[in-house]
């Protein structure tokens, strides 16, 4: 008797990673709420409160608010818009400042001596 080759290869569809996203997997769908919430920020005072003509108010609006909506859904580096903010505030927050001793440069005594270490409360 003989046994049937069989292969456990298979092949993986093309939208396979598209579970949370919307409009056929382009867009994830924390990045559509964003935009949507930027647009309702951002277009509700040009639409009520700037009293200009109707032509020229649609004209603002679409500068304004296209490019806002394409970057609002794109998001930037992976990170939609808001946890690309909250990334920038933690880094401005957390940061530090490298000071380097420069070569060639003769120092006083003072700005040479090293600062005392403090002892951290709770280690032994």
């Not at 559509?32 to 609006?61: K, N, Q």
Request: with cysteine; proline share 5%.
């Amino acid at each position: 008797m003989e046994e049937k080759e069989y292969s456990n290869i298979y092949a993986i569809p093309a939208n396979y990673t598209d579970s949370g996203k919307i409009l056929g997997g382009m867009f994830e769908l924390r990045n559509a709420v964003e935009a949507g919430f930027l647009v309702l920020l951002a277009g509700y005072p040009e639409l009520m409160w700037i009293p200009i003509p109707g032509t020229i108010r649609i004209v603002v609006m679409t500068v304004t608010l296209i490019p806002l909506v394409v970057v609002a859904l794109m998001g930037i580096d992976g990170d939609s818009l808001f946890q690309y903010a909250g990334h920038m505030i933690k880094f401005c927050i957390t940061r530090r400042k490298l000071n380097f001793r420069r070569v060639g440069y003769s120092y006083e005594k003072q700005q040479l001596r090293n600062k005392p270490k403090t002892k951290k409360k709770g280690k032994a």
